[in-house]
């Protein structure tokens, strides 16, 4: 084997050690939802839906036990497998915890993902009380990861250095508001929601602005590491 293959190898585990430890709350999230993804996986069908139900955020348990199921609802997921959700985590999760520090990156999270549910849940309660939705629709599940994730999404605007900042920012708006458009119901507007609030995060960023990220400088700084190697 070649001895820089090889040297690179063996200090593979220290830089995946170093990478995942500036990020712990990204990763002590993604390793609890590989272990809930574990057990989903090996549920039979009913006991699956009452597990699930009983950790949802839907008006009913909001009512009853909404500190419970506000917190265990962010630790299982809705759809998409586990490696999707690892790939999306380190897109923006861990970025912005880098950029933020886990505390502020944690009150993002938490913000958007509340924010979000009570407001969407209002709206679903809106829709019973009017007639627009079944009366049975308060105990419609509601679980998973993508509220907090469309927040974190969002306040990673404000790390963007101008001008790249704003078709970012415009980029996300539609992507959150085109579900609105053609299905509108409670999760659409639960995630745009959240990107509203992610946005609304600035107090938490002001003191980060002077550490923007631009993509031309992040090309220059390849191409100068490139022409030292």
């Known amino acids: 084997m070649d001895v820089a293959i090889s040297s690179r190898l063996r200090s593979f585990p220290r830089a995946a050690w170093t990478y995942v430890r500036r990020a712990p709350g990204t990763y002590i999230w993604l390793a609890i939802l590989l272990v809930t993804s574990v ?37 299982w997921l809705a759809g998409g497998g586990w490696i999707t959700y690892f790939i999306s985590f380190n897109v923006f999760h861990v970025p912005a915890e880098r950029w933020l520090g886990t ?25 019973i009380r009017h007639g627009h939705a079944p009366a049975s ?31 970012y ?7 959150f508001a085109v579900p609105l458009l053609v299905d509108l119901n409670f999760t659409a507007i639960g995630h745009f929601t959240a990107a509203l609030l992610g946005l609304g ?29």
């Open 39 to 75: 057990v989903m996986r090996n549920l039979p069908p009913d006991v699956l839906a009452r597990v699930l139900g009983d950790r949802s955020t839907n008006l009913h348990h909001l009512a009853e036990d909404p500190v419970r199921v506000l917190i265990s609802s962010a630790f």
């Open 103 to 127: 505390f502020r990156w944690l009150w993002v999270v938490v913000i958007a993902h509340v924010g979000a549910t009570y407001i969407s849940e209002g709206a679903l309660y809106w829709a």
């Open 137 to 167: 629709a308060v105990d419609t599940l509601d679980i998973g990861v993508s509220y907090g994730l469309a927040g974190v999404i969002a306040v990673l605007t404000y790390r963007i250095a101008p001008p790249w900042r704003y078709p």
């Open 169 to 175: 920012v415009a980029a996300v708006l539609v992507f």
């Open 201 to 229: 995060c600035y107090p938490l960023v002001r003191s980060r602005r002077g550490s923007t990220w631009s993509p031309v400088e992040a090309v220059r700084r390849v191409r100068r590491m490139r022409a030292v190697s």
